[in-house]
Nanobody, 121 residues
């Protein structure tokens, strides 16, 4: 199976920055897209950003310019640099990976457990 472990969340003041990391491990043959999603209290989970194996990034329109997604293929890790944070960015941030596995053989979506980001003074 595949495990995704996120880190880097926490409490930050408005205008501050955080960098989230998500490392994938397990029966991985290859990882296609990786991405970040978030869910605020009382709201549906929403896309933050995704990145393909080739490095093509896609962002939620409202977050362009403040958030940057990147990945290290050798480490099976995806990052999310978040700048100029606002209180409305407060949410649980989830990592997702589309993984081709060796055991069992196949492709599937895998999610991390989430990391809390709180933006407050």
């Amino acid at each position: 199976q595949v495990q995704l472990v996120e880190s880097g969340g926490g409490l930050v003041q408005p205008g501050g920055s955080l960098r989230l990391s998500c490392a994938a491990s397990g029966s991985i043959f290859s990882i296609n897209a990786m991405g970040w999603y978030r869910q605020a209290p009382g709201k549906q989970r929403e896309l933050v950003a995704t990145i393909t194996a080739g490095g093509s990034a896609n962002y939620a329109d409202s977050l362009k310019g403040r958030f940057t997604i990147s990945r290290d293929g050798a480490k099976n890790t995806v990052y999310l640099q978040m700048n100029s944070l606002k209180p409305e960015d407060t949410a649980v941030y989830y990592c997702k990976a589309v993984v081709v596995t060796t055991t069992p053989i196949g492709e599937g979506d895998y999610w991390g457990q989430g990391t809390q980001v709180t933006v407050s003074s």
